[in-house]
Each structure stands twice: as structure tokens, then as C-alpha cells.
T-cell receptor
Framework: SQQGEEDPQALSIQEGENATMNCSYK?????LQWYRQNSGRGLVHLIL?????REKHSGRLRVTLDTSKKSSSLLITASRAADTASYFC????????????FGKGTRLHILP | EAGVAQSPRYKIIEKRQSVAFWCNPI?????LYWYQQILGQGPKLLIQ????????DSQLPKDRFSAERLKGVDSTLKIQPAKLEDSAVYLC?????????????FGDGTRLSIL
């Protein structure tokens, strides 16, 4: 069963532009994580944001969480070719014994 | 630190055959996960181990899939017999401890193709 759902499914932008992807979920969560997956590789953890936090930063990444809207966004500023990858949100539901469920992901393509 | 190691990287078998995947987690990580990732989708948890005990195997098709984690370190995932719908990437991940507050570290997976 799917908890988080990313939007858009695919995104193409020019190098240097900012990329924003969103994650919506259905039930209350303990925390939400974002992961990146390059083609043919495993997932890499980017950021974890807890339910009592509203914003976190890591380098060029900014994550926001709005629990009232049950949504999160991942912003990548000044995109680079190396940012081309799939990005997944993973939610830990309060109602499902803290189990982590991954969304289907957003495929980001940075154009040179 | 060395990452999560998985082998083989690729495997092609015919339906009804059996296959096994191996995972060596990051040293000291108590929790180990096996995921199935079908093309175009996110990873789906098959089984979670805490040391050598099973925490969650609710989505493991137990009539054909089995997994073990001997001595709380390495793990193997087996499929017997394989079906066409088992074609996917099988990812292993580990974390320092259980609970959703710990980031998971993934291996590069085994890509399984069923003919």
C-alpha cells in the first residue's frame, strides 16, 4: 500500500535552475525522508524531517513539511547535471507501527 | 566506511527456477532490509531483520520467497520457484538501529530478469 505520492512524476529543467518536487501523504506521520536514486544504483539518503519540524536545509537542498496539508516539498537550488536522478519520499506512519513506505518517485532530468 | 555489498549485480533465469541473492550490511548495523523495486516504482519492503530476528515480513510472499540472516550479519534472499512478475531489482539496506528515525543505507541491488 502506498502512503506518499510524489508530484510531478517527471521533471526536466535547465542546468542552474531550481527544481521543486512535492510529496503528499494520507495519514499522520512520525517523520518523512527524502532519498535520491541514480540510474542503476541504490538509494541515497538526503534528509529526514520530523513531524514537529517545518524546514530543514542541507547544502543546496531545502525540505519543508506542512503536516496540516499532509505534504512535503524538496527544493534543489542551482541544479547541476549530477542532480539527474529519481527522488523518493519515504513516510513513517504513526498508524502503521512506524513502518516506512516509499512513494513512486519523481524523475528529474537536468538539461545542459 | 564500506557500504552495503550485494551480489550478484545481475541474474537472468527462467520461470520456475530458483535464485538467491546475498547481502553484507555495513559493519555494526543491527537492522537489515530487503526491498523489491519494480521498474518505475519505489522500493517495497519484503522483510526487515533486527539482528537475526524478523521484525516485519508481512509483504513477503512466503510460498516462494524466503530470507535468513545468519549470526545477525550477512543475509540471503531466495526465490523458489520464480515467476515472471518477480522481475525487479532487489535492494538490500541496513541501518544502525531499527525505527523510522534512522537513515537507511542501500546497496546497488541485484537486477533479476525472469524469462
Amino acid at each position: 500500500s502506498q502512503q506518499g505520492e510524489e508530484d510531478p512524476q517527471a521533471l526536466s529543467i535547465q542546468e542552474g535552475e531550481n527544481a521543486t518536487m512535492n510529496c503528499s501523504y494520507k495519514t499522520s506521520i512520525n517523520n518523512l525522508q527524502w532519498y535520491r536514486q541514480n540510474s542503476g544504483r541504490g538509494l541515497v539518503h538526503l534528509i529526514l524531517i520530523r513531524s514537529n519540524e517545518r524546514e530543514k536545509h542541507s547544502g543546496r537542498l531545502r525540505v519543508t513539511l506542512d503536516t496540516s496539508k499532509k505534504s512535503s516539498s524538496l527544493l534543489i537550488t542551482a541544479s547541476r547535471a549530477a542532480d539527474t536522478a529519481s527522488y523518493f519520499c519515504a513516510t513513517a506512519s504513526m498508524n502503521r507501527d512506524d513502518k516506512i513506505i516509499f512513494g513512486k518517485g519523481t524523475r528529474l532530468h537536468i538539461l545542459p | 566506511e564500506a557500504g552495503v555489498a550485494q551480489s550478484p549485480r545481475y541474474k537472468i533465469i527462467e520461470k520456475r527456477q530458483s535464485v538467491a541473492f546475498w547481502c553484507n550490511p555495513i559493519s555494526g548495523h543491527a537492522t537489515l532490509y530487503w526491498y523489491q523495486q519494480i521498474l518505475g516504482q519505489g522500493p517495497k519492503l519484503l522483510i526487515q531483520f533486527q539482528n537475526n530476528g524478523v521484525v516485519d515480513d508481512s509483504q513477503l510472499p512466503k510460498d516462494r520467497f524466503s530470507a535468513e540472516r545468519l549470526k545477525g550479519v550477512d543475509s540471503t534472499l531466495k526465490i523458489q520457484p520464480a515467476k515472471l512478475e518477480d522481475s525487479a531489482v532487489y535492494l538490500c539496506a541496513s541501518s544502525l538501529a531499527g525505527g523510522s528515525g534512522q537513515p537507511q543505507h542501500f546497496g546497488d541491488g541485484t537486477r533479476l530478469s525472469i524469462l
